[in-house]
């Protein structure tokens, strides 16, 4: 069985940092491109970034230059290193994995000022 859980989220004032992973089980992570997915309140699903299996990443225009996303294959973790948060990254945050099409739960990320 795919799982892909995730944590890391919070409260968070603007300019502050977090870290994002996402541990991966049920098929072999290390073949797969990865991503994050954010949805705001009211609004629809957000690409932020993507990790391919030879670690070429892409960034949405909206976090470009702020977020990092990475990988380690030997633990199955994807991770997102957010820093400089604005009000409006404010989200529910999921990792995918691209091609097998699965999910995670999601965890709740807010910027507040």
């Known amino acids: 069985e795919v799982q892909l859980v995730e944590s890391g989220g919070g409260l968070v004032q603007p300019g502050g940092s977090l870290r994002l992973s996402c541990v991966a089980s049920?098929?072999?992570?290390?073949?797969?491109?990865m991503s994050w997915v954010r949805q705001a309140p009211g609004k629809g699903l957000e690409l932020v970034s993507v990790i391919n299996n030879v670690y070429v990443t892409i960034y949405g225009d909206s976090v470009q230059g702020r977020f990092t996303i990475s990988r380690d294959n030997a633990k199955n973790t994807l991770y997102l290193q957010m820093n400089n948060l604005k009000p409006n990254d404010t989200a529910v945050y999921y990792c995918a994995s691209c091609g097998i099409g699965s999910w995670g739960q999601g965890t709740q990320v807010t910027v507040y000022s």
């Open positions: 049920g098929f072999t992570f290390s073949n797969y491109a």
